[in-house]
């Protein structure tokens, strides 16, 4: 009875908890913002956008919007904001690119990697997150998230 109570498992939602999403997904567009030469002030886009980002999200997740429609719009808004209309074409050429470079960055939040440490030893772990991020790396020594 005392062994099917013992935790063997800890899952972990990535974005938000160990992985700082929001200082990552800010370098990630800085980037994007340089390769497509967007003539927008890039401080004053990230404070239009995220609001809008986050209503996006909000409604993915009621299901009134695809992810698609997700993808698309949070752009297609956030640049209506600054009376800047793209192309869907270029519309998915950036929202693309962003998803590339999303996982380039790397940074956790303090005492993520030891809490890690710490949680490996006693447990399996596991994270669960809505985005593929296939190359993430958790610091400059190599370990793999």
Request: aromatic share 14%; hydrophobic share 40%; net charge neutral.
């Amino acid at each position: 009875m005392a062994n099917s109570l013992l935790v063997k498992d800890v899952f972990f939602d990535l974005d938000h908890t160990l992985w700082d999403f929001d200082k990552n997904s800010k370098l990630a567009y800085k980037r994007v913002f340089k390769q497509f030469e967007i003539d927008i002030e890039f401080e004053r886009f990230i404070k239009i956008y995220e609001p809008i980002n986050l209503e996006y999200w909000k409604k993915y997740r009621e299901e009134r919007v695809t992810k698609e429609v997700l993808r698309r719009g949070r752009l297609i808004d956030s640049f209506k904001m600054f009376n800047k209309k793209y192309t869907t074409l270029t519309i998915d050429k950036l929202a693309d690119a962003y998803i590339e470079e999303l996982p380039l960055d790397n940074h956790l939040f303090d005492g993520a990697l030891h809490i890690l440490d710490y949680l490996t030893e006693k447990y399996q772990l596991h994270i669960i997150t809505t985005v593929s991020y296939t190359h993430l790396r958790a610091h400059e020594t190599g370990r793999n998230l």
